[in-house]
């Protein structure tokens, strides 16, 4: 069965930094489009970061110098290592998954995707 499991989200001081992880199953990080996303309350969800093989990750200017994706494929996992974190990168941190490999200008569009996670709360706050 497909499916992400997000974990690692958590409460940190700006400046900051926190570490996402992103179980996958029943894809293949060598060939399929996986993507981080955001939603911050009241807000549309946004894509932060796009990983496909062969391609340079696609992040959102916002977390230009601040994200890193890296990927461990025995594993299955995604991570987001998130650095000088700002109180405006509070959000709900999704990790979706679809097969097979999405053009950059709909990699960071969710309705591309079909397998979302549960979601993992991040909040930068003093």
């Known amino acids: 069965q497909a499916q992400v499991v997000e974990s690692g989200g958590g409460l940190v001081q700006p400046g900051g930094s926190l570490r996402l992880a992103c179980a996958v199953s029943g894809f293949n990080l060598r060939s399929d489009t996986i993507t981080w996303f955001r939603q911050a309350p009241g807000k549309e969800r946004e894509g932060v970061v796009c990983v496909r093989t062969f391609d340079s990750p696609n992040y959102v200017q916002s977390v230009k110098g601040r994200f890193t994706v890296s990927k461990d494929n025995p594993k299955n996992i995604v991570y987001l290592q998130m650095s000088d974190l700002k109180p405006e990168d509070t959000a709900v941190y999704y990790c979706?998954?679809?097969?097979?490999?999405?053009?950059?200008?709909?990699?960071?569009?969710?309705?591309?995707?079909?397998?979302w996670g549960q979601g993992t709360q991040v909040t930068v706050s003093s």
């Open positions: 979706a998954a679809r097969p097979g490999r999405l053009v950059l200008s709909a990699c960071t569009s969710p309705q591309y995707y079909s397998v």
